[in-house]
């Protein structure tokens, strides 16, 4: 899932410089993978680059707790997992409330157990 900052609009001229994609997870991982594939085809189709920046560490939150801090101006997201909503249940001194401070843009991926 692709998350903003929570409260960002759009003006109609968007994007007019590139986009930042943080990553949670470290380079050359499933998830980084599928995050720098969407971002090639992304920038392709939005006509500027799509930049994958991993911020790996705290099972995703400093990508996340980053993000949340960014200006919500679309221009910063969050390559996220699902489990996301769990961080405040899992992590103490978390800075962020990823309810209250992301806002889910896409679906991207998910993944099935084979039977």
């Given at each position: 899932?692709?998350?903003?900052?929570?409260?960002?609009?759009?003006?109609?001229?968007?994007?007019?410089?590139?986009?930042?994609?943080?990553?949670?997870?470290?380079?050359?991982?499933?998830?980084?993978?599928?995050?720098?594939i969407a971002a090639?085809?992304?920038?392709?189709?939005?006509?500027?680059p799509v930049l994958?920046?991993?911020?790996?560490?705290?099972?995703?939150?400093?990508?996340?707790?980053?993000?949340?801090g960014a200006p919500?101006?679309?221009?910063?997201?969050?390559?996220?997992?699902?489990?996301?909503?769990?961080?405040?249940?899992?992590?103490?001194?978390?800075?962020?409330?990823?309810?209250?401070?992301?806002?889910?843009?896409?679906?991207?991926?998910?993944?099935?157990?084979?039977?």
């Amino acid at each position: 899932m692709l998350c903003i900052p929570q409260a960002g609009a759009q003006a109609p001229s968007y994007p007019l410089k590139p986009i930042t994609v943080l990553v949670g997870i470290g380079a050359g991982s499933n998830t980084d993978v599928l995050a720098r594939i969407a971002a090639k085809r992304l920038s392709e189709r939005l006509k500027q680059p799509v930049l994958v920046e991993n911020r790996p560490g705290a099972g995703g939150t400093i990508a996340s707790a980053t993000v949340a801090g960014a200006p919500a101006d679309g221009y910063t997201l969050l390559w996220a997992s699902s489990s996301i909503p769990l961080f405040p249940h899992i992590y103490q001194n978390l800075k962020l409330d990823p309810i209250k401070d992301l806002i889910g843009v896409v679906g991207v991926a998910r993944s099935i157990r084979p039977r």
